[in-house]
């Protein structure tokens, strides 16, 4: 058996939950072991959980919707998140996710998300702040993209 709240309780993205939100949040996510190659959302698609992965390697690849050219791929290892666009309304994934490794993740469905954001709005702020993170993220990086374009 996995140790799961341990594993919530140091990370870096739900770290400063409260033990009783932490305990909430594990007892809601499933633990689930995937072989190497398993595609877990398409660029496009409508996923349904958000992923924390807990052990392995995911890759991240994308195409430009502008361009219509490959991004460079990332990589992505454990204590780091994918999918979290699952959690919004019906958003499209921006990324296909791939298992690169044997992997093991802890995901948490749209629904079960729904449940606990009304109980435990740390949560919902925690996933908030995500989602403003990689957003931040994302800009700097077409901006990057733009400047090299240009020049």
Known sequence: MYDLNNFLS???VFGELSTE???A????????NFQHHHIFTRQ???ADALHLI???CVELRAMDDL??????PKVLHAGDIFGQLALGDN???EATAIGISKTLTASLNVEEFKKLKLQYPAINFSFLFI???QMARELQEINANSRKRLN
């Open 67 to 72: 361009t219509d050219e490959e991004l460079e």
């Open 131 to 133: 989602l403003a993170s």
């Open 54 to 56: 807990l052990d392995g």
């Open 21 to 23: 939100s932490i305990n």
């Open 25 to 32: 949040l594990s007892s809601v996510m499933k633990v689930a």
């Open 91 to 93: 958003m499209p994934m």
């Open 10 to 12: 140091i990370s870096r």
């Open 44 to 46: 496009g698609s409508t």
